[in-house]
């Protein structure tokens, strides 16, 4: 069944490469779609900052110029959208949360990602350290468009793309896993697109 349907999106046979690359019950397409919950807020950089907080309170923040001085990288990773596209070869900037969490590591155990907008989503720590994940604000060599999630997004490329906050401001640290958002609506808390974690029970 899944085969046919995106035998139908793309036209023609699957190759090796993508059966490899493509998670279960996922389709490939080579545009960007947009999906977001609400309106797109348009925080200009001037007002623009992010933030750690521990659970304590302790907390550390860097303004847009001063996260610009960050350590870059840049990242080219397949991503996989719960509503079943998934887009090989994306090419992002951003700083690693390997940076951004340097000495509050030790705080929690999961992270509660938060943006303007409101939207939130939770993260086990293991899964974002490691050179695993981003804060993104370039996409294609461009600066990261709003409806895309400029100026930053968290990018999460090994879970569905829902974890990969757009507009996000800041991580807070979680003693235990609590739902954000879209978990709050039954989407899986962990979101493991090679299990198929898409809802509460899968
Ligand atoms: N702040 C915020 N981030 C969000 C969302 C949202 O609605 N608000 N949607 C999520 C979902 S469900 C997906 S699939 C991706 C979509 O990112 P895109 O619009 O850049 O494709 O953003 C995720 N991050
Ligand atoms: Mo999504």
Redesign the pocket.
Known sequence: MTNIISRGFRGRRQSPEEARRLPPGQYLTER???????PT?HTPLTAWDFSVVAPNGRSKQWNWQEFQTLPRETITTD?H???RWSKFDTVWEGVSLDTLLAGFVEDGQFIMAF?????T?NLPIADVIGGKTWIADTYDGQPLEA???GPA??LVPHL?????????RGLRLLTRDEPG??ENYGYHMYGDPWREQRYQGD
């Open positions: 960007f779609p947009v999906l977001s919950a609400g807020p991503i959208c719960v509503t943006c303007d907008g409101g939207y989503t409806e895309h999630g997004r968290l569905y793309f829902w974890k990969s906050a757009k507009w996000v958002f879209w």
